[in-house]
């Protein structure tokens, strides 16, 4: 071995025991989330707290980065991907450095304290403002502080990056999410017009939990994923936990829903996080190498399983013989009716139960409050009657209550700058989509089939294998030769709503 490989591999193990660390807040975030656990939230958040303290020490350490900037400078033998490992690991400590310590402790205590009371607040119908604003109000005061201090004239955008380096500005996502939004509106007019089929009396029997658990095995398995190392548990929102990718990923589902439909899409949507998480390369543990490039291009993997593959016809097709078993009834049904009836496009105010058409909009107005409580122009007190007010003008309808608007999910407790990367994945999940079908013209009759390796292999060679080393913004530039932009997700919409008028 090299000097420069000896160098490399000393270097590295404070690499590792960064990442490993991270896994244990995960592991944490886990139990507290799927276990019937008697900890109150303090104990989870002081525990996580406690670990990012001492992440904070190996990142702020001025050997590490000597030493990292030595090897950049004289790489000798070092391979591509370990160069690609050293850059991101500096980019990835330049934040950790500039906070204060103290700052780092206080966001990640306060944040699990909330989500902690957040998830008792659903057991018992208090996800008010009025019981959990106080928890709120702590965090925006915290996230803005750390937002200012990575980006003093646009601190959403500073937030923002620590899910998704290279963001160029708060003001370039929300154009193009208010592009999308406009662009997009003449088909969800178009849409919401098409007749009621009705229920699907089979999907909405209620549900028990272990077929469940046997029905989305199926699924997993048609989609080449590696289901004996995957552990599926039960939480009030959705998830998926990297523990110790690619070996140790995990997902949970809110398995209380009385409708099994509502379980297809989401059960599949947190696989697909999990199987990006799988593809890495696992020689490359605990470091970037086998990290996601950015929460944008994660999201980006489950939109596609989800709604490019999901919710498509030829897909449906294919469940309707796998469920054909467990719902005789189903066997009435059409694959174009069916289609219509789980792409139905309405107005609500439930995200994770949107539709592709509205779904941008529900994130265009989270990214846009957001912006608003983090530069100080809105006041936690006036949250609940401005996402009213926004709801109203994007979804054209206004939520029941806190439950189901402003506090419907966990997010402004796990991290504010959160929201605009879904909408990112969203448009790129169409970007690989449109790649994918020039590849593979036949896609649509191999998913049909129930062949996902043409498809998989796409994903694995040119996404999941090359993990973290990249920013999603230039991994997404590089294999498909343009940037992230919204128009393939305009014209996938526009021939979705084409499939819809002639199932109809």
């Not at 807040?25 to 996580?48: I, R, V």
């Not at 450095?97 to 659903?122: D, F, I």
């Not at 066997?331 to 139960?353: D, F, G, H, I, M």
Request: hydrophobic content about 40%.
């Amino acid at each position: 071995m090299s000097k420069q490989q000896q160098a490399f591999v000393a270097w590295l193990a404070t690499v590792k025991q960064i990442w490993c660390l991270e896994g244990l807040k995960g592991e944490l975030e886990w139990q507290m989330a799927t276990t019937d656990h008697q900890h109150p939230g303090e104990y989870f958040a002081s525990k996580t707290a406690e670990i990012s303290g001492r992440q904070q020490v190996l990142w702020r350490s001025e050997e590490f980065r000597a030493d990292a900037l030595r090897l950049l400078a004289n790489p000798g033998d070092l391979s591509e991907m370990q160069m690609g490992i050293i850059r991101a690991t500096l980019r990835e400590s330049q934040l950790p450095r500039t906070l204060p310590m103290k700052l780092v402790r206080q966001t990640v205590h306060a944040g699990m304290v909330g989500q902690s009371a957040w998830e008792e607040a659903g057991k018992d119908g208090r996800r008010t403002m009025e019981h959990l604003g106080g928890h709120l109000k702590k965090i925006v005061e915290l996230q803005r502080m750390k937002g200012l201090a990575a980006d003093p004239d646009d601190p959403y955008a500073g937030l923002a990056r620590t899910q998704e380096p290279g963001l160029p500005s708060t003001k370039w996502l929300l154009d193009i999410l208010e592009d999308l939004h406009r662009d997009l509106q003449p088909l969800v007019e178009e849409a919401v017009a098409f007749p009621d089929l009705g229920e699907i009396p089979a999907l909405n029997k209620p549900h028990e939990a272990n077929a469940f658990r046997l029905f989305t095995m199926g699924c997993l398995n048609r989609m080449g994923l590696e289901v004996d190392k995957l552990e599926i548990a039960q939480s009030s929102h959705p998830f998926c936990a990297p523990i110790a990718a690619p070996d140790d990923v995990r997902i949970s589902i809110p398995l209380e829903y009385e409708k099994w439909w509502r379980l297809l899409l989401p059960g599949l949507h947190e696989a697909a996080h999990a199987r990006y998480e799988q593809g890495f390369l696992p020689e490359w543990k605990y470091t970037p190498g086998a990290r996601p490039a950015s929460t944008g291009l994660h999201e980006s993997i489950a939109r596609f399983y989800e709604c490019r593959v999901g919710r498509s016809l030829p897909f449906l097709e294919l469940m309707l013989d796998m469920m054909g078993d467990m719902f005789p009834e189903l066997k009435e049904w059409s694959p174009e009716k069916l289609y219509s009836a789980l792409n139905r496009c309405t107005r609500q105010t439930v995200r994770v139960q949107a539709d592709e058409l509205t779904y941008n909009s529900h994130i265009l107005l989270r990214v846009r409050i957001y912006q608003e409580l983090i530069e100080g122009r809105l006041e936690v007190e006036d949250f609940s009657a401005r996402w009213n007010e926004l709801s109203l003008h994007y979804l054209g309808v206004e939520p029941e209550s806190d439950a189901l608007g402003c506090l419907r999910d966990p997010h402004p407790f796990m991290g504010i700058g959160y929201y605009g990367t879904y909408g990112i994945g969203n448009m790129v999940a169409a970007m690989f989509w449109r790649e994918i079908e020039g590849v593979h013209p036949n896609i649509e009759v191999e998913i049909r089939k129930g062949n996902f390796e043409g498809l998989n292999r796409w994903l694995q060679t040119n996404i999941f294998c090359k993990g973290g080393v990249s920013t999603g913004f230039q991994l997404v530039e590089d294999v498909l030769g343009r940037p992230v932009g919204p128009y393939d997700l305009i014209q996938v919409m526009r021939e979705h709503v084409a499939q819809l008028n002639r199932a109809y």
